[in-house]
């Protein structure tokens, strides 16, 4: 998997895991800071998440502009990171108006525009030289494994600092409270009870002054996400040294085609296309972003309902054993064996690499174990933990696709990147089916006004949910990426990535948007909104099959 690649991918690969990890450690807890803050309801939380989520993925167009015309693909990277970081820092202050907060994630925004689309490209760029095009496909992939391992961390992170800040002022974190707390602050005296009994949960004994408590619960827990936000200002820190300090192994790929065209020496290189093979590139690029905005408005589902799904309508005390994939602690040992006996009984594996697999199955089910005797029989979660299972997914399936792929390729056999496109759409409906199923007869959120529902589904619906996502998101986002880089005209490439970036917006402000119908119909109806827009979507790409597959011939 790891073969035929420059050393360049590696460069692009940690620094975009760095910028993820800081990305995702913010984006798990943006919802839930929202609405413990300020006291916003789903769809006002939604509102924010969607804008938010268009600006990320909108701004790259104009990031591609930049560096196509201006100042090449690393300079905007590099101006992007260090944008970033500003941003993520002015998150982090805690009691800050919502001023502030709007103008952080436009900082945050603009910086994402600078960085993401411009290090995709430059990646593309690298697979120009004949040397590694065979391996475009597979390059994008490990790339995105990047995304993924970052994500994998965040969720944790995000809890870890949240907890911690909570325990040193004797909390703990439980979902309704936010909401009871400003609905008392806010005069509703129908909620005094529930409080009441809440916070004597909380302290351990009867709380006569529930406003003083209710102000300090949304205090810290608004200051406890602060920190997060912290973390991610800290990883765009590492994300930067890594892009400069290894700039020597993708300096030959950071160059446009206007730059090109300005060097004497350079000008032979400059490829022109004919003016319909440009406009026939473009409209295939164009019909795949009217297909992937669909995707990403069912994707990004996961910081939004479907977060609230897991806070709402998912046990929060699951078994000790369902903790495990839960608790990094135990997590990560779990799957450091299940690789160790992966290594054992593949054919291919060498005696020493045996050897070594063995070691890591004994010594990750041990720890494992150790960490799983400590716990009690019930164990709490937290809603954003959810999180986590589609990166680590991405981690573990990447290799498994990868190789499918390469044996149909082997054969004769493998799909089109655009037929992979169309695959994929399928399979998130079918994702997306799982949690219609889980939500019948469920009430609806305009029901619960705000509570938790008294019937909790087990949380392996939401983690099957995601696994079939994952497939759905292998499937149709690396490969979306490469299709990109292959299909645009040269002097668009960067413009072209923040077109691919600028349809995810697109779908990320239509995730929000769609928000709109949450509390308005019933649970089951709302998923099935996005089961049927995903198969609408998927009948359209195969429906232009043969028109995309030309371009890339």
Known sequence: MLKGHPKGLYVAFFANMGERFGYYTMLAIFVLYLQAKYGFSATEAGAYYGGF?????????LGGIIADRMLGYGKTITLGTIVMFIGYLMLAIPGQAMIMTVSSLAVISLGTGFFKGNLQALVGNMYDDPRYNGNRDNAFNIFYMGINIGAFFAPSAATG??????????LTYDPRIPDLAHKFIEGNTSVTAELAELAKNQ????????????????????????????????????????????????????ITEHQKSKDENLKSQVIVLKPEETRARLIALFLVFSVVMFFWMAFHQNGFTMSIFARDYTESQISNFTYIFFDLAAFL??????????????????????????????????ICYWVFSGY?????????MFQHFNPIFIVFLTPVII?????????????????????????????????????????SPKELQGGVSDVLKSPYWLISTYFMLTIAELFLSPIGISFVSKVAP???????????????????????LIGYFWDKIELWQFFTILVVMCLLSAIF?????????????
Request: proline residues 4%; hydrophobic residues 50%; charged residues 15%.
């Open 333 to 366: 040992p779990l799957l450091a064996a299940i690789i160790g006996l992966i290594m054992i009984i593949n054919k291919k594996t060498k005696p020493k690499w045996k050897l070594a697999g063995a070691l890591l199955l004994v010594a990750g089910s041990s």
């Open 490 to 512: 040269p002097k668009y490439k960067g413009l072209a990535q923040g077109g691919w970036l600028a349809a995810t917006a697109i779908g990320n402000l239509m995730a929000g």
């Open 541 to 553: 790409i195969f429906s232009i099959l043969k028109r995309l597959e030309k371009v890339t011939d």
């Open 53 to 61: 989520l268009f600006g990320i993925y909108f701004l790259p167009l």
């Open 161 to 170: 600092i949240s907890n911690w800040i909570l325990g040193k002022e004797g």
């Open 376 to 384: 009690e029989q019930k164990m709490n979660i937290a809603p954003q």
């Open 203 to 254: 302290l351990g004994t009867t709380v006569h002054d529930l406003a003083r408590f209710s102000h300090t619960y949304i205090d810290t827990l608004s200051a406890s996400y602060n920190a997060g936000f912290g973390i991610a200002a800290v990883s765009m820190i590492v994300s930067f040294l890594i892009f400069i300090g290894f700039r020597k192994y993708y300096k030959s790929a950071d």
């Open 403 to 443: 190789g499918f792929f390469t044996h149909l390729r082997e054969n004769g056999k493998e799909p089109s990147s655009p037929r992979k496109i169309g695959i994929g759409m399928i399979l998130t409906a079918v994702g997306f089916m799982l949690l219609v199923g889980a939500s019948v007869n469920l009430m």
